[in-house]
Nanobody, 123 residues
Framework: QVQLVESGGGLVQAGGSLRLSCAASLRTFSSYGIAWFRQAPGKERDFVTAISWSGGRTDYADSVKGRFTISRDNAKNTVYLQMNSLKPEDTAVYYC????????????????WGQGTQVTVSS
């Protein structure tokens, strides 16, 4: 059973930082494109960032460019999301998603999802 497990969420003040992790039980992890999405209460699940299976390509939502960085360590089957200069509007449940040999900036492109981790940014 393929699983993605997010961790690293929590409560932080505006301007602070958090690093989220997405650990995958995928035997061929290095062949999966990985993305982060987030969903605030009452809103749609929105794209945040994605990284290709090689790590050579990344994309970011305009709202997080320059503040968030996605990276991956294929030896550890883990993708990271470094979030700096956090704002109250970044408050949401953050989900990681995976697709074999896929790279998309929309949620329907991914078929494996984690359970999410809550990020709350206080003003």
């Amino acid at each position: 059973q393929v699983q993605l497990v997010e961790s690293g969420g929590g409560l932080v003040q505006a301007g602070g930082s958090l690093r989220l992790s997405c650990a995958a039980s995928l035997r061929t992890f290095s062949s999966y494109g990985i993305a982060w999405f987030r969903q605030a209460p009452g809103k749609e699940r929105d794209f945040v960032t994605a990284i290709s299976w090689s790590g050579g390509r990344t994309d970011y939502a305009d709202s997080v460019k320059g503040r968030f960085t996605i990276s991956r360590d294929n030896a550890k089957n883990t993708v990271y999301l470094q979030m700096n200069s956090l704002k109250p509007e970044d408050t949401a449940v953050y989900y990681c998603a995976a697709r074999y040999r896929g790279y998309y900036t929309y949620k329907s492109g991914y078929d494996i999802w984690g359970q999410g981790t809550q990020v709350t940014v206080s003003s």
